[in-house]
């Protein structure tokens, strides 16, 4: 009987000790390995040495320079005024995004099932359709020529893309048409977590739709809030097709020039492997840097994640 006992007040101990978690995501960090860490490696490595046209086609011996292609990136006033357009266009992109999510994510909450049926749709289509896709459809629409948005506004053959901003505006519309499905079914989905006597109790105190959103939705939603934030700025700092596509490779003379698209250019089209790659580089570091500074502000703050 006493043995019995004993034996019921052992903890029982966890199968394979401390080795078990590591075992189960072995095979998910070989993938990540195989597709994330080594290409990160390679693009590392690639950033310190001389990598031209020459170097590929084994004319030319690969040579070490060292952090020369940062220096060299680094003294280039273009490299400076195309980081600074990259910024303010992705920041742009992401607010937009995000109000235009959440919007939509509370409207699905107030219409019956029919039209939110119908908007998820919508939103899902968009979601779904691949950026060479949309970019041109969208390149359509405002077509000076042919496209509905011209002659609905009595524009005449006004081009979108021939300025600066407004091309930079007609990009932005694209990008936010395609990335909000992601926002709105996510904080739709974080709503519908909260429970119903909370936004109850605030619709009995007088509480109008903004006051709940602001004070009640918003810090509950917080960690969901956060993960789309996040996700919208490594998608929006990194954006190429978009910008490639509806300005023809960077717009005139390069005035719609961003990261990504400048790194292909100095890459692919100057042969500058070398050179591309520290772009690469310095990306991957200021989306790394955002993404821990915003992380560290949340955890000051006392969320859980």
Not at 19 to 26: F, I, N
Not at 201 to 210: C, E, F, N, P, R
Not at 246 to 251: A, C, D, H, L, S
């Amino acid at each position: 009987m006493r043995a019995v006992r004993g034996w019921s007040r052992s903890a029982p101990r966890p199968l394979g000790g401390g080795s078990a978690p590591w075992l189960y995501l072995a095979p998910a960090l070989v993938v990540l390995g195989g597709l994330l860490v080594y290409p990160i490696y390679q693009l590392g490595l690639l950033s310190f040495f001389q990598y031209t046209q020459a170097q590929v086609s084994g004319g030319e011996p690969t040579t070490f320079k060292g952090f020369g292609n940062y220096t060299e990136l680094f003294s280039d006033s273009q490299f400076w005024q195309v980081l600074l357009t990259t910024v303010l266009f992705a920041a742009a992109c992401v607010v937009s995004t995000l109000a235009v999510g959440c919007a939509l994510a509370v409207l699905l909450t107030r219409v019956r099932a029919l039209p939110r049926l119908v908007l998820m749709m919508a939103a899902l289509g968009a979601w779904a359709t691949p950026a060479v896709t949309g970019s041109t459809v969208w390149l359509l629409l405002f077509d000076p020529d042919f496209g509905p948005v011209n002659r609905v506004l009595g524009l005449g053959d006004h081009s979108w893309t021939y300025g600066r901003y407004s091309a930079f505006f007609l990009v932005l519309l694209e990008v936010v048409w395609c990335s909000f499905p992601f926002v709105m079914v996510t904080v739709y989905a974080g709503i519908r977590a909260v429970p119903g006597e909370v936004l109850e109790a605030a619709a009995l105190d007088g509480a109008s739709q903004w006051r709940v959103w602001r004070s009640v939705l918003a810090p509950m939603l917080r960690p969901i809030l956060t993960v789309v934030t996040i996700q919208s700025v490594i998608w929006d700092f990194k954006v190429f097709t978009q910008i490639y596509v509806m300005t023809n490779g960077g717009g005139i003379a390069g005035q719609n020039l961003v990261l990504n698209v400048y790194a292909y250019q100095q890459a692919f089209a100057s042969s500058q492997y070398g050179l591309g790659s520290a772009i690469g580089v310095v990306m991957l570091l200021i989306l790394l840097a955002v993404t821990l500074v915003y992380l560290r502000l949340l955890r000051r703050q006392g969320e859980e994640l």
